[in-house]
């Protein structure tokens, strides 16, 4: 990094962030230890390809893809950057497997395997490609286990991110692994909106970070003006996890934006649930129905705009996002807020 970019202010700052930010910075290929969060839709290859371009680590959202669509898109972003940047697969996509073999072929050098605890097939093959291997943690034990079977590095992501999340907050699952981790780089991820948390998780001991929620009004982002326009008007409180009503029927918690569609699924559950209580509906078809309610919620407002039916997911950190810039100007406050928290760190 160059501390010419930053003001003299900043200087003692920017060398401590520097050196904070060094083994994340190796370890992804960049100027920055920021990592984009993989955000079905949102994340292709303008968004991914201006995030590298800023100095940061872009990366693509698999998602719903097969591998013919993800290898295209792969190197379409190629195209686009001549930076590094990564895929992110999930484990549960019926096509794992395949998926697995795309990225092994492709040009990209890192792969992020989510949704739970790849098989070890995954991470041999992705490795034996020259692949850097990237899995999220949810506890300090699976962050030993996923060691054990040779990631190169852990993402940590608490409960304020928006998406699929799981129970506990960032600030907790920091506490609790960044100390008990030293084998592998560690990025933090969730309700990361300003660069003075990023300088705070850095002095935990964190390599880096990784923010989603803060991309989403990139100008580089193809989100529709819709979408984009119910990040800037939110407030924190609006992106709610989705609301379970019977603990028979359960439901997967997603973090987005509280809008018509979340009503119309409490509203959706309450009836199957007296359904299935008089025995007008079995339990299976009960549940099918509740799991089938969000299919192709979020491309509705992701692409086409429909901000009130479709699935406007979101992290608390949306409260920070204001205005439409680009990627580059993002990452490049982040880093000087991020210099000026550690300059005020060093004062004390």
């Known amino acids: ?51 590298s371009n800023g100095g940061g680590f872009g990366v693509i959202a698999c998602g719903a893809m097969g591998p013919e669509r993800l290898a295209e898109e792969i190197t379409a972003t190629a195209a686009l950057t001549d930076k590094p940047f990564g895929v992110n697969i999930i484990t549960l996509h019926p096509a794992f497997s395949d998926l697995v073999e795309a990225c092994a072929e492709a040009c990209c050098g890192h792969v992020v395997l989510a949704g739970g605890l790849p098989p070890g097939f995954a991470i041999d093959r992705l490795k034996s490609a020259g692949k ?38 960032t600030a907790v699952l920091a506490q609790e692994i960044l100390p008990a981790v030293e084998e592998v780089p560690v990025f ?28 989403v009004c990139a100008s580089e982002s193809i989100a529709h003006p819709r979408f984009k326009q119910a990040f800037i008007r939110a407030a924190a409180r609006d992106a709610v996890p989705s609301v379970q009503l019977d603990p028979r029927f359960p439901v997967i918690p997603v973090r987005a934006l509280r809008n018509e569609s979340s009503r119309q699924f409490i509203e959706l559950q309450r009836e199957v649930v007296g ?27 992701v692409i086409e705009g429909d901000v009130e039916t479709g699935s406007v997911m979101a992290g608390q950190s949306v409260g920070m996002v204001r205005a439409i810039e680009p990627a580059a100007d993002i990452i490049a406050s982040l880093v000087q807020e991020a210099a000026a928290h550690l300059e005020r760190c060093d004062c004390l």
């Open 1 to 51: 990094m160059s501390a010419d970019r930053v003001s003299p202010a900043t200087r003692g700052g920017w060398q401590r962030l520097d050196r904070l930010m060094a083994r994340g910075r190796a370890f992804l290929g960049t100027d920055y230890a920021i990592m984009g969060g993989a955000m079905s839709w949102v994340s292709e290859r303008h968004l991914v390809a201006a995030i």
């Open 132 to 169: 850097r291997v990237l899995c999220f943690a949810p506890s300090a034990t699976l962050a030993r286990k996923l060691i054990r079977a040779g990631v190169d590095a852990l993402i940590i992501e608490g409960s304020e991110a928006g998406g699929h999340i799981g129970p506990v907050s």
């Open 188 to 215: 933090v991820a969730g309700g990361i909106g300003r660069g003075e948390a990023i300088g705070s998780y850095l002095l935990m001991g964190a390599a880096g970070v990784q923010l989603g929620t803060r991309f």
């Open 275 to 301: 359904r299935v209580d008089r025995g007008e509906l079995d339990k299976d078809a009960a549940q099918l129905m509740i799991e089938q309610f969000w299919g192709g919620a979020l491309r509705r407002a």
